[in-house]
C-alpha cells in the first residue's frame, strides 16, 4: 500500500486576475476551490495513474467533511485524525497577463500533544512491510520540527520504503533518519546545505553529499531548466519542457507521485528522472492543483531526452 501523509492539508482556493495590482481592487474572472497538501496531491495524481494510497494526517473545522467526502469521490482511501482547530485555505492567485503566480498560504490549526499521539499511533498500525510511505509537505503549530525522523523511523522498522519532501529544519531533522528517497528542489537544496550554486556540477556534488549520508536517491527539481536524480551509481540529468503554464503548484508533487510510480512499475533511473520530469511539466499546464493524467504524461515523454552526467564517481563536465 501506497501511504501518503498530509499533516497541514490546505483547501486551495485559485484567483484568476489578469494585471494583478497590490492596493487596489482587483477582480478576479475565475475562482475554484480544490483540496490541497503535498501529500493528498501525491494521492490525487496516484489514483489518475490507477494506483491505490491511503491518505492520514490531520483534517478539522469546516472542510474536514468536504475533504473526506471529495477523497472518497476519487476512490481514495482516508484515515485522518480529526482535530479541533480548523483546516487551512491557501490562496492562489493566477495573473496570466503578467505571467506572476502569487501563493499567500495560512500557518494552519495548532495541532496538541494529544492530537500528535493519536496521529502517531494511527501511523504506526498502518505502516507494513513493503508499504511506500509518502511525507511531505509543511506542519502546523505545535508539531515537531522532527515529526518526519520520527515517522521515518517507525516506518523503516516496519520495512517500508520512505520518500521524504520537505523544506528547512523539517528536511534536515528527517534526512537524519535516512530516508531512502527525497525530492528536494533547487532552492530548497541549496538551503539545507548552506551553499548557492551557480553550475549544475555544484548541484551534482551536494546530492552525492547526500547519497553518501544513506540516502539513495536524492531527485533535484531544477525548475524550468530540468531535473537531476543523483544515486549511488550515477547521476542522470534532463533538461525542462516548454508547456503553457496555468498553475505552478503542485508541480512538485507529481514529480514524487512519478517516483512511487516508478518503484512500483520498477523503473530504470533514466526512465524514473523521464517520467518524473512529465510529470511535474504535466502538472503546471492544468488549472489549480486538479491532478495530471496519465494519459497526458505520457504524451510529453518522448520530448524528453535523459543524460547520464556520472558513473561511479566520474563526472562528465
Known amino acids: 500500500m501506497v501511504i501518503t501523509v498530509t499533516l497541514n492539508p490546505a483547501m486551495d482556493k485559485t484567483l484568476c486576475i489578469d494585471n494583478f495590482s497590490l492596493g487596489k481592487v482587483n477582480r478576479s474572472s475565475k475562482v475554484r476551490h480544490d483540496?490541497?497538501?503535498?501529500?493528498i496531491n501525491v494521492s490525487k495524481v496516484l489514483r489518475n495513474f490507477d494506483v491505490d494510497s491511503i491518505c492520514t494526517g490531520f483534517l478539522g473545522g469546516l472542510w474536514e467533511s468536504y475533504f473526506l467526502e471529495e477523497l472518497k469521490n476519487r476512490n481514495i482511501k482516508t484515515d485522518f485524525v480529526s482535530i479541533k482547530g480548523?483546516?487551512?485555505?491557501?490562496?492562489?492567485i493566477v495573473?496570466?497577463?503578467?505571467?506572476?503566480?502569487?501563493?499567500?498560504?495560512?500557518?494552519?490549526?495548532?495541532?496538541s500533544k494529544e492530537e500528535l499521539d493519536s496521529f502517531i499511533g494511527t501511523f504506526k498500525e498502518l505502516c507494513k512491510a513493503g508499504d511506500i510511505v509518502v511525507l511531505s509537505g509543511g506542519v502546523g503549530p505545535g508539531v515537531p520540527k522532527d515529526i518526519y525522523g520520527t515517522l521515518i523511523k517507525i516506518a523503516k522498522e516496519k520495512g517500508a520504503i520512505t520518500i521524504l519532501d520537505a523544506e528547512g529544519?523539517?528536511?534536515?531533522?528527517g534526512i537524519a533518519q535516512k530516508p531512502n528517497v527525497i525530492k528536494p528542489n533547487i532552492h530548497e537544496l541549496e538551503k539545507l546545505m548552506g551553499e548557492r550554486y551557480k553550475s549544475e556540477y555544484e548541484v551534482i556534488k551536494a546530492g552525492r553529499i547526500l547519497v553518501k549520508q544513506g540516502i539513495e536517491k536524492v531527485l533535484i527539481s531544477l525548475g524550468d531548466k530540468g531535473a537531476l536524480l543523483v544515486t549511488k551509481d550515477a547521476v542522470y540529468s534532463c533538461q525542462g519542457l516548454k508547456v503553457p503554464v496555468k498553475s505552478t503548484v503542485?508541480?512538485?508533487?507529481?514529480?514524487?507521485?512519478?517516483?512511487?510510480?516508478?518503484?512500483?512499475?520498477?523503473?530504470?533511473?533514466?526512465?524514473?528522472?523521464?517520467?518524473?520530469?512529465?510529470?511535474?511539466?504535466?502538472?503546471?499546464?492544468?488549472?489549480?492543483?486538479?491532478?495530471?493524467?496519465?494519459?497526458?504524461?505520457?504524451s510529453l515523454l518522448e520530448l524528453i531526452e535523459?543524460?547520464?552526467?556520472?558513473?561511479?564517481g566520474l563526472i562528465d563536465r
Do not use: W
Open 86 to 92: 480548523a483546516t487551512r485555505t491557501n490562496t492562489k
Open 250 to 298: 503542485g508541480a512538485g508533487d507529481s514529480m514524487v507521485a512519478a517516483l512511487v510510480y516508478s518503484i512500483i512499475k520498477e523503473f530504470h533511473q533514466g526512465d524514473t528522472l523521464k517520467f518524473a520530469n512529465a510529470c511535474g511539466a504535466a502538472s503546471v499546464s492544468i488549472e489549480g492543483t486538479e491532478a495530471c493524467t496519465l494519459e497526458q504524461v505520457n
Open 95 to 111: 495573473d496570466h497577463l503578467n505571467r506572476i503566480y502569487t501563493d499567500i498560504n495560512e500557518a494552519g490549526p495548532e495541532v
Open 35 to 39: 483540496i490541497g497538501g503535498k501529500g
Open 169 to 173: 529544519p523539517l528536511l534536515e531533522e
Open 306 to 312: 535523459v543524460h547520464i552526467k556520472e558513473v561511479n
